[in-house]
């Protein structure tokens, strides 16, 4: 298999696909290849919508793709779009992968739906923070699976997650890929474990798109590394002793979610799991590691502070707003975001204390924390901007578009900030998915030379 002569073809995508046109898409694939493909509805959302699976091949081992499982991160969706097409045309491919493909291009269609607004304009993160939607932790699709660890009880799971369970509990998939993508900082991955000679593979394939491996802080500070860019999945377990450690009390309610697809996965079959995390947004100081002339500590409680003032203006906005209002998605995310926060910017004060923090900072990771940790909070603002909005509150909408303009110049004034072409992104995921997957069916082929 050539990977690389295979995500050449991946095509120039200036847009994403909204709901509608990936469900059309799907069922074409099943019309012009039924021999081949089953579409079949596998659950509904909790507003009514169709969760659609593609059913590709008949390999000797099951893999399970699952697109948006946070619905404003729809690189992925392109990824299956691309696959599932060339799958079907590829017999060779498909011969040699040797797996049944599982694929639900959208898990999350209410979501989805919520961040269309961005989809087909110019992508600038105005744009996307005025759009922008991100569920609720305890309904995320992702973090939705049923999970009792210590003081933590959750079996509330989500009707889209509920649906993606009784998948794995049919199919027992022996990989996963649950396709996810960040926002401003460069590119990472999380896997289950080592494989022999993969590492290499997947640094080779963001090289290969002239993408940086990440270089800034870890996404949360409880990361296992196990390479450059490359960090060991865990489940919600690593997040409650990480604010157990650092709170000092039962981290429970400060969590209230559950735990990932991989770690319920890990529960029914021996699999393998991969997460390729693609930014839409880069600076080339993200690749800087000279002395940033203050510490990780510093830099992190600077990154902090800025936080906190943004935090300060959605709890401000999203009590004018929400007075009154129905707790609808929009509702509940901010909400969500406003009970929660404190208790983890305290959590990451807390943290920064230790003796590995004291270490001169790269100015990558100070960007990171100083910079992009501000760019991920203010898209709540965008959420309480969309919910002045609906509410007619057009001097608070005022107020808060103002601020985000402020926001945002702010950012394009500390930063050299670079949209990345979605086809580069498109083929970091394509190319990270299909060396993983034949890494996968190497190791097992050695562990297990007869198949048992």
Not at 73 to 101: A, K, M, Q, S, V
Not at 367 to 383: I, S
Request: contains cysteine; hydrophobic residues 35%; aromatic residues 12%.
């Amino acid at each position: 298999m050539d990977v690389y002569q295979l995500i050449a073809d991946i095509p120039e995508y200036q847009e994403f696909l909204t709901v509608q046109e990936l469900s059309a898409s799907g069922r074409e694939l099943a019309r012009r290849y039924p021999k081949l493909v089953a579409l079949q509805t596998i659950g509904t959302s909790l507003e009514g919508r169709p969760i659609e699976m593609l059913t590709i091949g008949k390999g000797s081992r099951p893999a399970l793709l699952i697109g948006t499982p946070h619905p404003n991160e729809p690189i992925g969706t392109l990824t299956l779009e691309f696959l599932t097409r060339r799958l079907c045309e590829d017999d060779d491919l498909r011969d040699e992968l040797d797996y049944t493909f599982h694929v639900i291009k959208c898990a999350d269609p209410d979501g989805t739906v919520l961040n269309e607004g961005w989809f087909k304009q110019p992508f600038t993160p105005l744009t996307y923070a005025l759009n922008y939607y991100r569920p609720p932790h305890r309904e995320q699709v992702e973090w939705s699976f049923p999970v009792h660890y210590k003081t933590l009880h959750f079996t509330s799971s989500c009707p889209e997650t509920k649906a993606i369970m009784e998948v794995m509990e049919e199919t027992r998939p022996t990989f996963l890929y649950s396709l996810h993508n960040a926002g401003f900082c460069g590119v990472y991955f999380y896997v289950s474990r080592p494989l022999p000679g993969l590492f290499p593979r997947l640094r080779r394939v963001v090289a290969s798109q002239g993408l940086p491996i990440h270089q800034g802080e870890p996404e949360v500070p409880y990361l296992k590394r196990f390479d450059e860019g490359i960090f060991a999945l865990f489940g919600i377990q690593e997040t409650y002793d990480y604010l157990a450690r650092n709170l000092g009390d039962d981290p429970a309610p400060y969590i209230e979610a559950g735990t990932s697809s991989d770690d319920f996965l890990k529960t029914l079959a021996p699999s393998y799991s991969l997460v390729s995390e693609l930014p839409y947004y880069f600076d080339p100081v993200l690749q800087d590691r000279s002395p940033a002339g203050m510490t990780r500590r510093e830099a992190l409680l600077q990154g902090v502070f800025r936080v906190d003032s943004i935090y300060h203006d959605i709890r401000e906005y999203f009590a004018i707003v929400s007075r009154g209002a129905p707790r609808d998605r929009l509702y509940r995310s901010v909400d969500d975001y406003t009970k929660k926060t404190p208790k983890r910017l305290a959590a990451l004060k807390h943290e920064v204390e230790a003796p590995q923090y004291s270490r001169e900072a790269t100015r990558a990771e100070a960007f990171d924390a100083t910079v992009c940790r501000v760019f991920n909070h203010m898209l709540y603002l965008g959420e309480v901007y969309r919910l002045a909005v609906a509410r007619g509150s057009d001097d608070v909408s005022r107020l808060v578009r103002r601020r985000l303009e402020e926001i945002c110049g702010q950012i394009a004034s500390q930063s050299d900030l670079q949209t990345l072409p979605l086809r580069k992104l498109v083929a970091v995921q394509v190319g990270s998915g299909l060396h993983a997957l034949a890494a996968w069916k190497e190791f097992n082929a050695e562990a297990f030379p007869e198949g048992r």
